[in-house]
């Protein structure tokens, strides 16, 4: 062996030295899973798009018809209840003009000595059932207030089942579908697994050493240097890789996902 080889090999000993290596699967960078938030039957799945990256359209759509009917007959509701209440609150301003002159006359009659009790008396039982009748209007309005506030409850819950029966997941890619057409679901049943493959992660379990020198460490992918980091680093040990540290590198898309990569990480 020459002294340009062993000079290599030296040299080559010492980088090994202060280089850690890991072995990582090139994940998605975000899996997520989706669970019904609603009840009903599967109408349609779009299984031609499993692998492909989704657009605006739904790949699952549950059954609303019921949901449609019901927020049809709510919104007639709510503006035959708005009528009445329009109409309520132009009788209590009337009633409230009428009482306050009314109010304002038996003040009047009752100083005045040349009118009989008879007369008072009746003067006052006219007030009395005005403002009654004032009382009355006003308890029908806020009932109505009510009902209308408890229906408009209940049309936000509807319009959000309509929603959540039509699945998009735009720019994700469709991974794996859990229901049939035909089906019947439930809340939380599993319906479909998406996946962020706009960049990928990497998963790695560091060693004490490197997790307290992470700052100066280059990461190697494969042999080949990189300008990535160690985006995110636990400073807890792992609950099934003990003594180990989990950390994370976010990497661009490669072609491929779910492969096995060599991730070096060398102090330089």
């Known amino acids: ?5 062993i000079i290599i090999l030296f040299f080559i000993s ?29 109408l349609s799945v779009n299984e031609d798009m499993l692998g ?19 927020l049809k007959a709510i919104n007639s509701k709510l503006r035959y209840m ?13 009633l ?23 007369e008072k008396d009746r003067e006052f039982y006219d007030l009395v059932a005005s403002e009654n009748t004032s009382l009355a209007t006003q308890k029908e309005i806020d009932t109505l207030h009510n009902q209308m506030t408890d229906l408009s409850f209940r049309k936000a819950q509807l319009t959000r089942n309509l929603s959540d029966k039509v699945l998009q997941a735009e720019g994700f890619t469709l991974y794996s579908l859990d229901v049939k057409v035909g089906q019947v679901v439930n809340k939380a049943t599993p319906l479909a697994t998406v996946v962020d493959t706009s960049k990928a992660i990497l998963t790695i379990y560091l060693d004490e050493n490197d997790l307290k020198n992470r700052d100066n460490l280059s990461v190697y992918i494969d042999g080949k240097k ?23 590198i976010i990497i661009k898309a490669p072609k491929l996902f779910s492969k096995l990569v060599k991730v070096e990480l060398r102090d330089e």
């Open 1 to 5: 062996m020459n002294l340009f080889k």
């Open 14 to 42: 010492l980088l090994s030295l202060n280089a850690s290596e890991y072995y990582s699967r090139v994940e998605p960078f975000e899996v997520r899973k989706i669970s019904s938030d609603v009840s009903g039957i599967i």
């Open 52 to 70: 492909r990256k989704l657009s605006k359209d739904a790949f699952i759509i549950i059954d609303a018809t019921l949901d449609k009917e019901e």
């Open 82 to 94: 708005q009528d009445i209440l329009d109409t309520n609150e132009k009788i209590l301003t009337n």
């Open 96 to 118: 409230k003009d009428s009482l306050e002159k009314k109010r304002a006359n038996y003040e009047r009659v009752k100083e005045m000595k040349i009118k009989s009790s008879v």
């Open 226 to 248: 990189s300008n990535y980091k160690l985006d995110r680093v636990l400073n807890i040990a792992d609950s099934k890789n003990i003594s180990k540290y989990k950390a994370q």
